[in-house]
């Protein structure tokens, strides 16, 4: 069955480190998102792609980095990690059935990052 | 600007009880997407239904259904039956056209629901 693989599922780390969060899919979706989820905030965009070598910012989408070399990875960077960024992660992807229509999202199990 | 407003944080409901998830929204769009997406223990976000704003017709799936209503922003779910297995949070959110695509996809702040045995 096709997946959505997110690692690490824990993180923990220091302030100033920078740290890759890994997301693989084997839909062969070319949509793929990041998300962070925050109480009282849902969840938030930070950084979106659809399709190899394209990368778009999000919602809140400063201090991250994300980079498509492939259709299966959208790999997450936090350039200099910060305690605000202690946080849920998710990765999601999507198909587009037509254009400009809204695709159903599949997520990933999550990775809860801690910054200290 | 797009809103989505799930009032309700927690629901504690006995089990068999039915349950309505509120969810309320704002958009200046006259075309846009709803959807329910369910937060199980796990963690993973599991898709429910998706409903564009041309089709206000009520879904029922099973024990689930849903009530679009344009004249209030509503887009409420309803658990019928509640068992354990349904303890989760809930999410409703929002896309926008024509820039919609998930890249537009708003989520409200979710309800937890528990429901005792």
């Known amino acids: 069955d096709a997946e959505i693989t997110q690692s690490p599922r824990h993180k923990i780390t220091e302030t100033g480190r920078q740290v890759t969060l890994a997301c693989h899919q084997t839909w062969n979706h070319n949509n793929m998102f990041w998300y962070r989820q925050d109480l009282g905030h849902g969840l938030r965009l930070i950084h979106y792609?659809?399709?190899?070598?394209?990368?778009n910012k999000g919602e809140v989408s400063d201090g991250y980095s994300v980079s498509r070399s492939n259709t299966e990875d959208l790999p997450l960077t936090l350039e200099s990690a910060a305690s605000s960024q202690t946080s849920v992660y998710f990765c999601?992807?999507?198909?587009?059935?037509?254009?400009?229509?809204?695709?159903?999202?599949?997520f990933g199990s999550g990775t809860q990052l801690s910054v200290l | 600007a797009q809103k989505v407003t799930q009032a309700q944080t927690e629901i504690s409901v006995v089990e068999k009880e039915d349950v309505t998830l509120d969810c309320v929204y704002e958009?200046?769009?006259?075309?846009?997407?709803l959807f329910w997406y369910k937060q199980p223990p796990s963690g993973e976000l599991v898709f429910l239904i998706r409903?564009?704003?041309?089709?206000?017709q009520n879904e029922i799936s099973g024990r689930y259904s849903w009530n679009f209503q344009k004249s209030t922003s509503s887009f409420n779910f309803t658990i019928t039956a509640s068992q354990v297995v349904d303890s989760a949070v809930y999410f409703c959110a929002l896309s926008e056209a024509p820039q919609g695509g998930a890249n537009n996809l708003f989520f409200g702040t979710g309800t937890r629901l528990t429901v005792i045995p």
């Open positions: 999601a992807t999507g198909t587009v059935e037509l254009p400009a229509t809204n695709e159903k999202l599949f």
């Open positions: 958009t200046r769009d006259t075309t846009y997407y």
């Open positions: 409903r564009n704003s041309f089709d206000e």
């Open positions: 792609s659809y399709g190899v070598q394209d990368t």
